[in-house]
């Protein structure tokens, strides 16, 4: 079967894992903890993607490194107690990634999660030695930089051009689009279609499953309006 992509590149939370509101959840919970005021939800998800230092700075500008670094070291602490059982996987997922790999997909992560809770979550899933290569951000140039995505395009010896960015953030397709890279959008994450919509992507999602549907050019490929 003729493919247009050989690769396809998965963001982990939001895309995979429905683990948006604990993210959120954490968040406040670490800001009262450094007592800071609490962002609203829908700015905490706004930042979802980027590496977690850059995320507290973009919510709390007037930080200082040290204070930074103080609020990272509470949300870690508050992320671990909530996410002791890690966050399930979407709903057709598992399915749909060992469909991938039935029809000789590679497989591969970049995310904003740093390396330690990556293997974390790996590890629980049984999927250690899942993916073709994973990147995560305390290990690389953080979203939206290329620079994850051109680490994996390298170590798989993909060209842009056959490779797909699977994220619901602005930052997954902006990389994407950085890197030279097709992406798609899911609509049921951080961001609303309609906000990712402007960033490009060649389709947007509403279920996981659907990815499989549009890969093949499926007749029951859905596409939001």
């Not at 994973?134 to 680490?151: F, V």
Request: hydrophobic share 45%; glycine share 8%; charged share 20%.
């Amino acid at each position: 079967m003729r493919r247009d992509y050989d690769l396809l590149i998965f963001d982990w939370d939001g895309t995979l894992a429905d683990s948006i509101g604990r993210i959120v959840e954490a968040m406040h919970q670490a800001a009262g903890r450094a007592g800071h005021a609490t962002c609203d939800d829908e700015a905490v998800k706004g930042i979802i993607g980027l590496a977690l230092s850059e995320a507290i700075a973009t919510l709390y500008p007037h930080l200082d490194a040290e204070q930074v670094a103080v609020f990272r070291q509470h949300y870690a602490d508050v992320y671990m107690a909530l996410d002791e059982q890690p966050s399930p996987l979407f709903e057709g997922v598992v399915e749909s990634l060992e469909a991938f790999r039935a029809q000789g997909y590679r497989l591969a992560v970049a995310t904003g999660k740093a390396r330690r809770g990556l293997d974390r979550v790996l590890r629980a899933n049984g999927w250690q030695d899942y993916f073709d290569i994973t990147r995560a951000a305390d290990e690389s140039r953080g979203k939206p930089h290329p620079q994850m995505l051109e680490e994996i395009l390298a170590h798989c010896q993909v060209e842009p051009g056959r490779a797909l960015m699977v994220g619901d953030s602005s930052f997954d397709l902006l990389m994407a689009s950085n890197a030279g890279m097709h992406s798609v959008a899911v609509a049921y994450g951080a961001m609303s279609p309609q906000a990712l919509s402007v960033f490009g992507p060649q389709v947007c999602i509403e279920h996981f499953s659907h990815l499989q549907a549009w890969l093949s050019r499926s007749p029951a490929a859905v596409i939001p309006g």
